[in-house]
């Protein structure tokens, strides 16, 4: 299966460096497509603890927001900090939420995600004077030694998912990583192995909000500014959508789908603005029906096939 496997993450950056070489504006949609990605990562990860978060845009407006107070407050443009703020605000968030939303399950901590969520959702709506209110916060351009990073900024949040993406699975074929398997077929069995699934399950938290924080921190330089949109219920729905559609069962999956996903809703921008929600829900019916797998399951079909003509 690593053949394949890789095989799919080569084809995906060998395609993404084509894009922005070919279209340099397009180096853009590329990275807010996998700053997305990393974001969707972290759903995918829960995912595969059987857990469903519906407010994950907590962690991806945190890593967004705290990239812009560290630029807003002290005045740092260096790209590297910037991105350090954001992950590091995000991981410190998760943690103190997570403490109290691992203890629950199903629809009971999906709902709790979306809750908190749309709580911060609503303060930083209202609090003006600290966040912006509904017009946001601006972001400087960065420097990166002192440079201006230009299209670099693409290639540096590719070189963050392949260095986010080769970290993760190995935390996913440790010990650790195939615990959370069985969390999502039965729990109660590693509680009598002596397996903490509460502190399974925070740790994993954890690592799912710092890959949304650090999403947020690249996708707000990208764009340059950060909204109270970005805590909303909406950008929680895409992300989860974006894992679905790739594939929670890969690595490579999430990132696969949100490249879909914000492809498609440009194209269909350009060419047809007053239908672009039906270009994706077709989009999604497709995968859905084709692939159920997901689009990282493609690489699986050649084997299916093989071992159904057997």
Request: proline share 4%.
């Amino acid at each position: 299966m690593k053949g394949p496997r890789a095989l799919l993450w080569v084809c995906l950056a060998a395609a993404a460096v084509a894009v922005a070489l070919a279209s340099p504006w397009a180096s853009f949609i590329l990275t807010v497509a996998l700053a997305k990605g990393l974001a969707a990562l972290g759903v995918a990860l829960l995912l595969r603890a059987g857990l469903m978060s519906l407010g994950h845009a907590l962690f991806y407006a945190a890593g967004g927001y705290g990239a812009a107070y560290l630029a807003r407050w002290l005045g740092v443009t260096d790209l590297l900090l910037l991105l350090g703020a954001g992950f590091l605000s995000a991981t410190v968030l998760g943690l103190f939420t997570g403490a109290v939303l691992v203890r629950y399950r199903a629809i009971f901590f999906a709902m709790l995600n979306l809750a908190a969520s749309m709580v911060f959702f609503s303060l930083v709506t209202k609090l003006y004077n600290l966040t912006g209110g509904s017009d946001g916060m601006p972001l400087p351009v960065p420097t990166m030694f002192g440079l201006k990073p230009g299209q670099g900024l693409f290639y540096l949040t590719l070189a963050c998912v392949f260095v986010c993406a080769g970290g993760l699975r190995r935390y996913l074929d440790s010990a650790m990583g195939q615990g959370l398997g069985a969390i999502a077929t039965n729990e109660i069995r590693l509680e009598y192995l002596g397996i903490s699934v509460n502190g399974l399950l925070f740790v994993n938290y954890a690592i799912s909000a710092g890959l949304g924080g650090l999403g947020g921190a690249l996708a707000a330089i990208a764009i340059g500014h950060v909204t109270p949109e970005l805590f909303f219920w909406t950008t929680s729905a895409q992300l989860l959508l974006g894992a679905a559609l790739g594939g929670a069962g890969s690595v490579a999956g999430p990132f696969a789908g949100m490249l879909l996903l914000e492809g498609v809703r440009t194209a269909a921008s350009q060419y047809a603005p007053l239908l672009w929600e039906m270009a994706m829900g077709l989009c999604a019916l497709a995968v859905a029906l084709f692939v159920p797998q997901g689009l990282s399951g493609i690489v699986d079909l050649p084997q299916q096939w093989k071992r159904a003509v057997q």
